[in-house]
């Protein structure tokens, strides 16, 4: 008869795991909080088999491409491409942020405008997620469960999970 697949689940937070970024939540048609920054901190759970060499998989390959997708839009002023209430525009080499009849010009190096609803740290969450879940190196592992949190203060996290079916 043969074992059962030994699961096991590897957590990787490091310090180098991290992006500055300025945002703004929309909370509705009228409401936005005021331009702000955090140093966000990204961590990632990993559930896979363990084979019999005692490894699920090297997860340098996790860390390495945590780091790259921090690199990505650290500093940058993050706007939400999907939020209802938010019109972004090009105008005269700016990028304009309109939300309730205000116009926030940005110069485009500065400016990432993502594939989410809101700039949250929920939304955050899922983006990498997604990311994560696009990598053949990583799910060619038998991968059973993958979880991705950001942090954008100490007790303050959006996490978003996926599980194989």
């Not at 304009?96 to 929920?122: K, S």
Request: charged share 20%.
């Amino acid at each position: 008869m043969a074992r059962p697949a030994r699961l096991a689940r590897i957590d990787v937070a490091k310090q180098a795991m991290n992006f500055s970024a300025a945002h703004f939540t929309i909370f509705s048609a009228t409401e936005r909080e005021d331009l702000h920054g955090h140093n966000f901190q990204l961590a990632c759970s990993v559930t896979a088999p363990v084979d019999d060499t005692g490894l699920m998989f090297d997860y340098a390959i996790i860390k390495k491409t945590m780091r790259a997708l921090c690199d990505e839009i650290d500093e940058k002023m993050l706007l939400p491409a999907h939020s209802p209430f938010l019109l972004i525009t090009e105008d005269a080499g700016y990028t304009v942020a309109v939300f309730n009849g205000e116009r926030i010009p940005f110069l485009p190096r500065d400016v990432l405008v993502l594939p989410v609803a809101n700039t949250t740290v929920e939304e955050f969450s899922h983006y990498f997620l997604e990311k994560i879940l696009q990598l053949p190196e990583i799910m060619v592992h038998g991968v059973t469960e993958i979880t991705v949190k950001v942090s954008s203060s100490p007790g303050q996290d959006g996490c978003a999970q996926w599980r194989a079916k």
